[in-house]
């Protein structure tokens, strides 16, 4: 259940747009996952409980999953044997990788890592392997739903015994369902019996309905969705090009198959598909799996995860890694499957499903490292190849324990069966359990929002759930994720530029984000810490200390902030404002900006330099403007004393005769900072060489506009012996 209450997660992100869909339907944009959370939206409303408990509730619909890989494994493997439903599942539900290898040689090697540290090590060589399983059932999201539904749909092409009419139907509401709850689902899979489609003419599975069925799914899915999208204005999610090219593909496939191409076709694939190049290449894949997994366990220092996640592109030598026990089985039951006519045709969709799988994960990665951005990665084929080795593995194992039946004695076929059956037990678990351990340290007490946090978050929950077109906004990411909790329809993203910004323009943009009503600012301990950094922001200065509080304890305060307007570039108002801010240390002109931008005026901004003011119909002057315009403040030094100068670099005397800067025979970099500091100003300077060598140049420089030792402007002299000066102005 505390898992429930990680910052950060897909579920409370899915939890979010849920309470959105059901509070504020006109505000909703997750239509990628809506039926997903039309579902989860309706459970929380009936329910009314808290987080964790619904959660919590959620989670054990995923026991749907397994029950479906049951059923559709039934409907494929029980012709075969009939034990083998019953292991495939075991196969698919509790197994895993093989990253606890990697944890056995850390042990090995005396590593002395625990917890989290140990396990983040092992991530990064396994490809979180000790982060994620490949089965999605480890959390109620979209994606285990429409996976769920995928089994489904493997399970109904086996269906010989329904009427067409019936089958279309269902398969044609489980295409749209799973289209509506997590589109890649549906894309995939729709793309799948494309391709085994193309070249397979089986009796066994009812490749020609589904394709009917997916065919009328996508066309329904993209008239209706363009429809939608030209009414409501706005778009639904998902591409309507990827959604139209499918429907497209199925139907030049439905085509293909009804017409006689592709007998041509099937008179020349079982020349290809004979025994000899199958058995050829199950020896090249079982060496390749097998070097794979050596050249792994042998060591790669080079392989890091982090560099390739993000990418999500996966190397081959990891594939095996990812489906562990389960793989070496899979193998196994290849060299079975060719000589048993029955389980081969009945297991080609699955064998066709792992090709499709590493052809289409393979593309996706040379687009999105070669091309661009194609919103899709290679790492999530996993759970489909995890998927079908499941289905196929369990053959092996059977074989096994019936060839030791009839070849040892009772006593000792029970001990060699049973030390079978647990070596593949233990292997194939243990990653699982280290998922379990990886997880269960992240969501500890001190990963989750503490009781004061918690207490905020459910009143800013209870105030949103009234002030429905309000929205929130914080400082840190981390703030940002807990927010998640209290379903806001909109968080700033600009989180930097709001919290730095000196001048109220920017802010007030953002203010006004996508013209809802107003904001809620939401500041924990680590936001406060945060903007200390930026003190002479607008926001830490002049906006924070008159924000009204309408929630406050000991970690967390909730400010409320007033609908504003902000500066335009077309106005005819014109607010005038000081180009030199040290003309007031009180900044009286930002009070200007309050009630311009409070009373939702219609305004621009000028500076009182600029010439062209006068050719707007109303200025609003934000402080009396002085005399000429000129601010008659001087400051001289004549260095006889120290007078608050701030020496950044070099060596500076006080002497009776002025500041002498450098030491003799020595060169120097030597920087001295005024007092003082003005936007528009006039400075002179008297300075005389005391000694140097003219045989190079010599400069002397005055620094107008400073930030820091590496960001700065200055005007200088540079001279020589040969009695020319040059003046020169450059930045740092």
């Known amino acids: 259940p505390g898992f429930a209450l990680l910052p950060g997660t897909d579920i409370s992100r899915h939890y979010a747009s849920s309470v959105i869909l059901w509070r504020t339907p006109d505000l909703y944009s997750g239509f990628t996952y809506v039926l997903a959370h039309l579902h989860e939206s309706a459970f929380i409303a009936i329910s009314n409980a808290p987080v964790t408990l619904i959660q919590t509730a959620l989670v054990t619909l995923n026991f749907i999953m397994p029950l479906a890989f049951y059923a559709m494994s039934k409907s494929y493997l029980e012709s075969i044997d009939t034990r083998l439903p019953a292991a495939s599942t075991i196969f698919f539900s509790l197994f895993s990788g093989f990253a606890w290898i990697y944890l056995a040689q850390l042990k090995l090697d005396g590593v002395e890592q625990t917890g989290l540290s140990l396990l983040s090590l092992i991530n990064d060589k396994t490809y979180n392997g000790a982060m994620y399983l490949a089965q999605p059932f480890l959390w109620y999201v979209p994606l285990s739903v429409s996976f769920t539904i995928v089994i489904i749909q493997f399970m109904l092409l086996r269906k010989l015994n329904v009427d067409k009419r019936s089958f279309v139907a ?14 890649t689902e549906a894309v995939i899979f729709s793309l799948f019996l494309s391709f085994y489609a193309f070249f397979s003419r089986s009796k066994t599975v009812r490749l020609n309905d589904a394709l009917l069925a997916s065919t009328i799914s996508f066309t329904f899915i993209g008239v209706s969705y363009t429809i939608l999208q030209y009414l409501l204005g706005k778009t639904l999610g998902a591409s309507l090009d990827i959604t139209f090219l499918v429907a497209i593909i199925l139907i030049i496939v439905y085509a293909f198959r009804r017409l006689s191409v592709q007998d041509k076709l099937a008179a020349i694939l079982p020349k290809l598909t004979g025994k000899l190049p199958i058995k050829l290449l199950v020896y090249v894949t079982t060496f390749i799996y097998v070097l794979g997994l050596v050249a792994w366990v042998d060591g790669i220092p080079s392989f890091h995860t982090t560099a390739l996640v993000d990418v999500g592109s996966i190397p081959w030598f990891v594939y095996p890694i990812f489906l562990g026990v389960v793989g070496i089985l899979m193998l196994a039951s290849l060299y079975h499957i060719l000589g048993d006519s029955e389980a081969r045709i009945l297991l080609t969709p699955f064998l066709a499903l792992m090709i499709f799988s590493l052809l289409f994960g393979r593309t996706l990665s040379f687009i999105n490292v070669n091309l661009f951005d194609a919103g899709y990665w290679e790492k999530r084929f996993t759970s489909y190849y995890f998927l079908a080795s499941a289905v196929i593995a369990p053959i092996a194992i059977v074989k096994a324990v019936d060839n030791f039946k009839s070849h040892q004695t009772k006593i000792k076929n029970n001990l060699v069966i049973a030390a079978l059956i647990s070596m593949v037990v233990i292997y194939g678990l243990q990653s699982s359990f280290m998922v379990a351990e990886y997880w269960n340290i992240r969501s500890a007490p001190a990963n989750r929002p503490s009781g004061e946090e918690l207490q905020a978050i459910n009143f800013l929950a209870d105030v949103l759930q009234q002030d429905k077109y309000a929205y929130a906004i914080t400082l840190t990411s981390r703030s940002y994720a807990i927010l998640a909790f209290t379903a806001p329809h909109y968080q700033l993203t600009g989180m930097q530029v709001f919290s730095s910004a000196e001048s109220p323009e920017i802010p007030f943009i953002c203010l006004k984000a996508h013209n809802l009503s ?134 500076w005397r006080y002497t009776g005769n002025g500041l002498e800067a450098g030491r003799y025979g020595e060169y120097q970099d030597a920087i001295f900072l005024s007092p003082v500091s003005a936007r528009n100003f006039t400075v002179s300077l008297n300075f005389m060489p005391l000694d140097g060598d003219l045989k190079v140049a010599n400069y002397v420089s005055l620094i107008y506009d400073w930030k820091d030792s590496g960001n700065y402007k200055y005007a200088g002299l540079m001279f020589d012996g040969t009695g020319d000066v040059f003046a020169s102005f450059s930045c740092y």
């Open 518 to 651: 107003h904001a809620f600012l939401y500041m924990h301990s680590r936001d406060y810490a945060l903007l200390n950094k930026t003190g002479q922001s607008w926001l830490a200065k002049h906006l924070l200390p008159m924000l009204p509080v309408i929630y406050r304890n000991d970690e967390v305060t909730i400010y409320n902030i007033s609908s504003v307007s902000f500066p335009t570039t077309n106005s005819t108002t014109a607010l005038i404002v000081p180009f030199d801010t040290s003309i007031d240390p009180k900044e009286p002109w930002l009070y200007a900006y309050d009630a311009l931008s409070l009373g939702e005026y219609d305004y621009t901004v000028a500076y009182d330099l600029d010439s062209k003011f006068f050719s707007y119909n109303k200025i609003i002057l934000s402080v009396d403007p002085p005399s000429e315009n000129i601010i008659e403040k001087n400051f001289q030094d004549d260095f006889s004393n120290e007078t608050g100068w701030k020496p950044i670099s070099g060596t």
């Open 170 to 183: 269902i398969f044609f509401s489980l295409t749209i369902a799973s289209y509506m709850t997590h589109v």
